[in-house]
T-cell receptor, first 111, second 112 residues
Framework: DAGVIQSPRHEVTEMGQEVTLRCKPI?????LFWYRQTMMRGLELLIY????????DSGMPEDRFSAKMPNASFSTLKIQPSEPRDSAVYFC?????????FGSGTRLTVV | QKEVEQNSGPLSVPEGAIASLNCTYS??????FFWYRQYSGKSPELIMS??SNGDKEDGRFTAQLNKASQYVSLLIRDSQPSDSATYLC????????????WGAGTKLIIKP
């Protein structure tokens, strides 16, 4: 198994632009999580899906953030418009029962 | 607010010694406990899971759980420089098998 695959690995964008992060979970995993990690705040859960359905999006910072999971093998996290304070590493993780497998992350820099 | 507490460190341990990492949690309903290792610039990697009181050993790693004291620890025997990383403790949210509550991590430095 190739593990959880995220793209892009790095993204540099200007403030106000739309950013889309992508994730392919491990086949057979029924839960998918989007996390954000910064030095100041550590790992923060943004949203989690179970069987493609959003279960908890209380961690999504504001309306600028949205996430979709149209099928079991693909999810996106979109930020529109992006702001410098959104700069962080964004991780996608998937799980079947408990214990997560993380993707390599997307390092987002908004200038 | 359900929390997981870890000493942020850094914890400095000589090569070959035992490194002891500790974690306390507040949710008495938690049943699943995990240790993740995160190298600088990399993603967290699951190294140990434990579900029952007592010790669980896997190679040089031993996880210890005490639910009465709401305490979980990770021991690393014969520490190697390659063990230098941040270790994250994670505990399942008592109402869910899927959601984890994360500690801030302990930075471990193994000195040659």
């Amino acid at each position: 198994d190739a593990g959880v695959i995220q793209s892009p690995r790095h993204e540099v964008t200007e403030m106000g632009q739309e950013v889309t992060l992508r994730c392919k979970p491990i086949s057979g995993h029924n839960s998918l999580f989007w996390y954000r990690q910064t030095m100041m705040r550590g790992l923060e859960l943004l949203i989690y899906f179970n069987n493609n359905v959003p279960i908890d999006d209380s961690g999504m910072p504001e309306d600028r953030f949205s996430a979709k999971m149209p099928n079991a093998s693909f999810s996106t996290l979109k930020i529109q418009p992006s702001e410098p304070r959104d700069s962080a590493v964004y991780f996608c993780a998937s799980s079947y029962w408990d214990g997560y497998t993380f993707g390599s992350g997307t390092r987002l820099t908004v200038v | 607010q359900k929390e997981v507490e870890q000493n942020s460190g850094p914890l400095s341990v000589p090569e070959g010694a035992i490194a002891s990492l500790n974690c306390t949690y507040s949710d008495r309903g938690s049943q699943s406990f995990f240790w993740y290792r995160q190298y600088s610039g990399k993603s967290p990697e699951l190294i140990m899971s434990i579900y029952s009181n007592g010790d669980k050993e896997d190679g040089r790693f031993t996880a210890q759980l005490n639910k009465a004291s709401q305490y979980v620890s990770l021991l690393i025997r014969d520490s190697q420089p390659s063990d230098s990383a941040t270790y994250l403790c994670a505990v399942n949210h008592g109402d869910s098998n899927y959601q984890l509550i994360w500690g801030a991590g302990t930075k471990l430095i193994i000195k040659p």
